[in-house]
């Protein structure tokens, strides 16, 4: 068995400070670190920050004492997490990039690339923790609350957590902030990045535009009154309020996308009853365990990032072409029904919905 030192822990290193504080933790631990910098697709025309992001990533490495090594994921990202965007936006629904990015690029291509480079883990500066407990790990939130990502880490498998370190789940941002100070890190005093998964921050109306074609249609609201023009449904978010163009004093937000007729159904006001629902269905459910637990499950969910934890119900929802055969019907292509306590507002098709247990995080899916 190899020792710790002799353990190899490819690390992601953004160029921010949780990820800089986790490679220093690691290093402390003994183990041996290697710093990898991931190269991204940007789009030419946003304003870029990943050649900085580059050198403070080099520059922790450096400090660090540890190799370093850019890998370009360029041709990857564009095809798994930026055109899969703008096509879940052309069909209406409304992505999340960020959970596409650490399945397939973070947890897939690095890791998998890492593995095939002789690594024994890889580690990310996500705020999350992983327990080993009977014979599989289980995901738990962060201790920072206020920083906890395991919403956007549904996706992972057990053969790929059993690789994965998350050095700074067990610190809050605060503390991760005075570790970086302690540690002399050049980043400790570097910004938060906000945004797409490491395109960043961009007006995301403006970048659809460029890509998908115009439609414009009718604007009406909840109960049949027209009140202006849209400029594509696909530019719309549901429970969105600002950039409807729409005057009379009245805040109108979206409540439905009407592909049929390319109409946008607007809601009065943000208690206006179309705005809400008891349930949805879930696909491409993932458990982090493995296994689908006994059904049906009583938990908590969320529906958006840090909405706070809805109490919840579990059933199958199968969903799908009946195949006869001699004997019976089967049903494939089975989702889930998630049934909530109490209405939820702007339930938005292609987002996330995950599911807890107390501190643990058990999976999730795409709200279909």
């Known amino acids: 068995m190899k020792s710790q030192a002799a353990k190899k822990v490819f690390i992601a290193l953004s160029g921010g400070v949780d990820s800089s504080v986790a490679a220093t933790l690691l290093k402390k631990r003994g183990f041996n670190v290697r710093g990898i910098h991931m190269k ?17 990533a080099a520059r922790v490495a450096a400090h660090l004492g540890i190799p370093f090594e850019t890998w ?41 690339k890492a593995l095939e480079r002789g690594a024994d883990f890889i580690a990310t500066g996500h705020y999350i923790r992983i327990k080993n407990q009977e014979s599989r790990i289980k995901m ?13 880490l549904w996706t ?10 998350f050095p700074i789940g067990d610190y809050t941002k605060p503390q991760v902030r005075a570790l970086a100070r302690k540690f002399g890190l050049p980043t400790a005093k570097k910004k938060d ?3 797409v998964c490491f395109i960043g921050e961009f007006d995301m109306k403006e970048f659809l535009k460029k890509r998908i074609p115009e439609a414009r249609g ?130 938005t098709p292609g987002q996330s919905v995950v599911f807890y247990q107390g501190d643990e995080m058990l999976g999730g899916g795409i709200i279909a």
């Open 218 to 347: 009718l604007v009406v609201t909840t109960g049949g009154k027209m009140v202006g023009e849209h400029k594509g449904l696909s530019l719309y978010t549901i429970g969105e309020r600002h950039g409807l163009g729409i005057g009379g004093g009245i805040p109108y937000y979206v409540a439905v996308k009407d592909f049929k007729t390319n109409t946008l159904i607007v809601g009065e006001g943000p208690d206006d009853e179309k705005l809400f629902q008891k349930e949805l269905i879930a696909k491409n459910v993932n458990w982090i365990s493995g296994k689908e637990p006994k059904l049906p499950l009583k938990c908590e969910a969320r529906i958006r990032y840090r909405q706070p934890l809805q109490t919840t119900r579990i059933t199958k929802y199968e969903l799908g072409i009946r195949k006869k055969t001699k004997s019976k019907s089967i049903i494939r292509n089975s989702s889930f029904l998630i049934q909530f306590s109490g209405p939820q507002r702007a339930v």
């Open 193 to 195: 990045s906000q945004g």
């Open 40 to 56: 991204m697709w940007f789009d030419p025309d946003i304003p870029c920050i990943s050649r900085e992001d580059r050198l403070d």
């Open 156 to 165: 992972l498998t057990q053969d790929q957590l059993q690789h994965c370190l």
């Open 72 to 112: 370009d994921f360029t041709k990857e990202y564009k095809k798994e997490v930026v055109d899969y965007m703008v096509r879940e936006y052309a069909e209406g629904r409304t992505p999340n990039p960020d959970v596409m990015c650490n399945r397939h690029i973070k947890f897939g291509l690095f890791l998998k």
């Open 140 to 152: 738990l939130k962060a201790k920072d609350l206020n920083k906890d990502q395991s919403y956007f």
